[in-house]
Nanobody
Framework: QVQLVESGGGLVQAGGSLRLSCAAS????????MGWYRQAPGKQRELVAT???????NYRDSVKRRFTISRDNAKNTVYLQMNSLKPEDTAVYYC????????????????WGQGTQVTVSS
């Protein structure tokens, strides 16, 4: 019913930049909060940044002033601009969104993308 598709991951040297995108598609009635999470090998998945419908944002401390989350509601897309990347940012990055579908307008469900690999070399 709903798909989240990430793109923009890759290999970059320390200090470089990447921009991740995540497009939601399917039977979407509305999207509430959207966000990015990451999971490094052997570690738990952790929140990176979230953005609400009113564009209020939240970041984990280690990415503040380096990462910027934004969204384009007309395109059902969320972005993550990552600057000054560090090797410790290496992880699989997952898109997440709270979505109400046209099939169940009174129910909000949480959806995940398939993940995109970000590797930062030192």
């Amino acid at each position: 019913q709903v798909q989240l598709v990430e793109s923009g991951g890759g290999l970059v040297q320390a200090g470089g930049s990447l921009r991740l995108s995540c497009a939601a598609s399917g039977r979407i009635f509305s999207i509430n909060a959207m966000g990015w999470y990451r999971q490094a090998p052997g570690k738990q998945r952790e929140l990176v940044a979230t953005i609400e419908t009113g564009n209020r944002t939240n970041y984990r401390d280690s990415v503040k002033r380096r990462f910027t989350i934004s969204r384009d509601n007309a395109k059902n897309t969320v972005y993550l601009q990552m600057n000054s990347l560090k090797p410790e940012d290496t992880a699989v990055y997952y898109c997440n969104a709270d979505i109400t579908t046209t099939l169940a307008k009174g129910v909000m469900s949480n959806y995940w993308g398939q993940g995109t690999q970000v590797t930062v070399s030192s």
